[in-house]
């Protein structure tokens, strides 16, 4: 039986067969060298010439937010309705790893793994920012409603659950899945080429991956360097708040070092001794943060807003994702657009990391929690921040009823200012921030190690550590080089690295498809399936 199908998949590539050893490292010969150079050269050129480095970045996002918004939105339209259609497809019964492979973490842990990587400092930033600024008109309102009126509101949660729902998860779910199907299943690297087996066969192997992987690292290391400079912004000014530190840029560059530091320590302890404790820290505090404000804020308003959000979501998701003839063009440039970009750019990141830490799953199984389950906390989350915020402008309470938003990272922290036990509910807020920006960072350096030590799992801990210095060195330089505009350059990175990757993304999902149908005759075949 297992003659009837020929497994076309298979290659003699043995992943870091061609990577080189200086002082003891494990490198691959064309990526390392390459994005090492181009990251270094950035950091460098955006601390000596900052103002040219910012014109630069803000004249690429615009020019790509102009020209190409229709393909952004396009494009994840095309990873949700995909990422459906594997849930109910019988492909869903291959499991990651092989039929008999079993999962390496509980279900609880991988949860919390895959949702602190997905988010978490996001998650922070937004849930209060996002849905104000949408109510009151601060940057546009969905569709041109009339700001601060009753269908703004619901429409505020509605484009609030949009940015964090089934599109982000969708992207994130593609290449993860790739990622874990070709180097579990296939026995490829884990790395970004291995996904592009089915179109390039051996020549994967060449320059043409070289190039992928490259993009990958790109991508990966601004996409970051966005959520690490989000996370300094709100840690800043969390602390300025409850300490009257200040919040500028060198309270920031500070919190940058501190972070950095700590990350160091989580990189030398591993992924089950740093990444997988701390993520279990991450969820524990946001659960308490989370449940507090539910029970301790305007609780009644809060369950309402839940099925405000669910419902505008669903009725309006359709609307939302239209990429053509949009009256509310500058609304969707300055917000979807963005974000589209941002979860692309943190895709092969979080991608990666969630293939890492999935083996063992079915495929129905991967993409029904990386997809559903995330989607339905976010509501949770969003409606409870986002709600108790909105219930305080409707109710003329605290800073943000009086003055709106005057500072998007200090926005949260308005809103705690209004409920009980306001300076803890801050402080575990400020820590919930750092821990997520810790563990991105650690996620982020051991992805970006295994991509550049040619899909190697077991490189040596000196090149993580390379990458957790570079991560908060960009983070650094964008914070720098933006000045009074930091949010304005970190939004443009993201924007710029975004564009590539998206077009890659579009070709591993076909690569995808067309490898999980393939695995299925020959499961068939072999009388396992």
Same mark, same amino acid.
């Given at each position: 039986?297992?003659?009837?199908?020929?497994?076309?998949?298979?290659?003699?590539?043995?992943?870091?067969?061609?990577?080189? +050893?200086?002082?003891?490292?494990? #490198?691959?010969?064309?990526?390392?060298?390459?994005?090492?150079?181009?990251?270094?050269?950035?950091?460098? %050129?955006?601390?000596?010439?900052?103002?040219?480095?910012?014109?630069?970045?803000?004249?690429?996002?615009?020019?790509?937010?102009?020209?190409?918004?229709?393909?952004?939105?396009?494009?994840?339209?095309?990873?949700?309705?995909?990422?459906?259609?594997?849930?109910?497809?019988?492909?869903?019964?291959?499991?990651?790893?092989?039929?008999?492979?079993?999962?390496?973490?509980?279900?609880?842990?991988? =949860?919390?793994?895959?949702?602190?990587?997905?988010?978490?400092?996001?998650?922070? /930033?937004?849930?209060?920012?996002?849905?104000?600024?949408?109510?009151?008109?601060?940057?546009?309102?969905?569709?041109?409603?009339?700001?601060?009126?009753?269908?703004?509101?619901?429409?505020? !949660?509605?484009?609030?659950?949009?940015?964090?729902?089934?599109? *982000?998860?969708?992207?994130? &779910?593609?290449?993860?899945?790739?990622?874990?199907? =070709?180097? =579990?299943?296939?026995?490829?690297?884990?790395?970004?080429?291995?996904?592009?087996?089915?179109? #390039?066969?051996?020549?994967?192997?060449?320059?043409?991956?070289?190039?992928?992987?490259?993009?990958?690292?790109?991508?990966?290391?601004?996409? #970051?360097?966005?959520?690490?400079?989000?996370?300094?912004?709100?840690?800043?000014?969390? /602390?300025?708040?409850?300490?009257?530190? @200040?919040? %500028?840029?060198?309270?920031?560059?500070?919190?940058?070092?501190?972070?950095?530091?700590?990350?160091?320590?989580?990189?030398?302890?591993?992924?089950?001794?740093?990444?997988?404790?701390?993520?279990?820290?991450?969820? &524990?505090?946001?659960?308490?943060?989370?449940?507090?404000?539910?029970?301790?804020? *305007?609780?009644?308003?809060?369950?309402?807003?839940?099925?405000?959000?669910?419902? +505008?979501? $669903?009725?309006?998701?359709?609307?939302?994702?239209?990429?053509?003839?949009?009256?509310?063009?500058?609304? !969707?440039? @300055?917000?979807?657009? =963005?974000?589209?970009?941002?979860?692309?750019?943190?895709?092969?990141?979080?991608?990666? /990391?969630?293939?890492?830490?999935?083996? %063992?799953?079915?495929?129905?199984?991967?993409?029904?929690?990386?997809?559903?389950?995330?989607?339905?906390?976010?509501?949770?989350?969003? &409606?409870?921040?986002?709600?108790?915020?909105?219930?305080?402008?409707?109710?003329?309470?605290?800073?943000?009823?009086?003055?709106?938003?005057?500072? $998007?990272?200090?926005?949260?922290?308005?809103?705690?200012?209004?409920?009980?036990?306001?300076?803890?509910?801050?402080?575990?807020?400020?820590?919930?921030?750092?821990?997520?920006?810790?563990?991105?960072?650690?996620?982020?350096?051991?992805?970006?190690?295994?991509?550049?030590?040619?899909?190697?799992?077991?490189?040596?801990?000196?090149?993580?550590? /390379?990458?957790?210095?570079?991560?908060?060195?960009?983070?650094?330089? #964008?914070?720098?080089?933006?000045?009074?505009?930091?949010?304005?350059?970190?939004?443009?990175?993201?924007?710029?690295?975004?564009?590539?990757?998206?077009?890659?993304?579009?070709?591993?999902?076909?690569?995808?498809?067309?490898?999980?149908?393939?695995?299925?005759?020959?499961?068939?075949?072999?009388?396992?399936?």
């Amino acid at each position: 039986m297992g003659d009837v199908v020929k497994d076309e998949y298979q290659t003699d590539y043995v992943a870091g067969q061609d990577n080189i +050893s200086p002082f003891g490292l494990d #490198l691959h010969a064309p990526v390392f060298p390459i994005t090492a150079i181009m990251v270094v050269v950035f950091v460098i %050129g955006t601390l000596m010439f900052p103002e040219a480095a910012k014109a630069l970045l803000d004249g690429a996002k615009l020019d790509i937010i102009a020209t190409f918004d229709w393909f952004f939105l396009l494009s994840a339209n095309i990873f949700v309705i995909v990422c459906l259609a594997l849930i109910v497809m019988p492909v869903g019964k291959i499991r990651l790893g092989g039929m008999d492979a079993k999962p390496e973490f509980s279900t609880m842990s991988w =949860f919390a793994m895959l949702f602190a990587a997905g988010m978490g400092i996001g998650l922070m /930033f937004w849930a209060v920012a996002e849905p104000v600024a949408y109510y009151t008109g601060w940057y546009g309102t969905p569709f041109n409603v009339a700001a601060n009126t009753p269908e703004a509101r619901d429409l505020a !949660m509605g484009a609030t659950m949009y940015h964090w729902g089934l599109h *982000p998860w969708a992207v994130y &779910s593609i290449v993860a899945l790739s990622l874990a199907f =070709f180097s =579990f299943n296939k026995g490829m690297p884990l790395t970004i080429r291995s996904a592009f087996f089915p179109l #390039l066969k051996d020549k994967v192997w060449g320059w043409p991956g070289h190039i992928i992987d490259i993009l990958a690292v790109v991508a990966t290391i601004f996409g #970051l360097a966005t959520s690490l400079g989000f996370g300094a912004q709100q840690a800043a000014s969390g /602390f300025n708040y409850l300490f009257d530190t @200040g919040s %500028g840029i060198n309270v920031q560059m500070a919190i940058i070092v501190g972070v950095t530091a700590v990350a160091l320590m989580s990189v030398l302890r591993g992924l089950d001794g740093g990444v997988k404790i701390l993520s279990n820290i991450n969820m &524990s505090l946001a659960a308490i943060l989370l449940f507090f404000i539910i029970f301790a804020g *305007p609780t009644m308003s809060i369950l309402e807003t839940l099925w405000v959000t669910t419902s +505008s979501y $669903v009725a309006n998701i359709v609307s939302f994702s239209n990429p053509f003839g949009r009256e509310d063009e500058a609304w !969707m440039r @300055g917000w979807t657009v =963005f974000y589209w970009a941002w979860w692309i750019s943190w895709s092969p990141f979080v991608g990666m /990391f969630i293939a890492r830490v999935s083996k %063992g799953r079915t495929v129905r199984e991967f993409v029904t929690a990386v997809l559903i389950i995330p989607t339905l906390i976010t509501s949770v989350w969003m &409606s409870s921040f986002g709600g108790a915020a909105l219930e305080q402008l409707n109710q003329g309470i605290g800073a943000l009823a009086e003055n709106g938003i005057t500072e $998007v990272s200090l926005a949260t922290f308005q809103m705690f200012a209004n409920l009980p036990f306001t300076g803890i509910l801050s402080f575990i807020g400020i820590i919930l921030v750092l821990v997520f920006f810790i563990t991105s960072s650690d996620s982020g350096s051991l992805v970006i190690d295994s991509i550049t030590a040619g899909g190697k799992t077991d490189a040596p801990t000196a090149q993580r550590v /390379f990458w957790v210095v570079m991560e908060g060195a960009i983070a650094a330089a #964008l914070i720098f080089g933006g000045g009074a505009d930091a949010l304005g350059a970190i939004q443009a990175t993201a924007v710029s690295a975004g564009l590539p990757f998206t077009v890659i993304l579009l070709v591993m999902t076909w690569g995808l498809l067309k490898g999980l149908t393939h695995e299925r005759k020959l499961l068939i075949a072999r009388g396992e399936m």
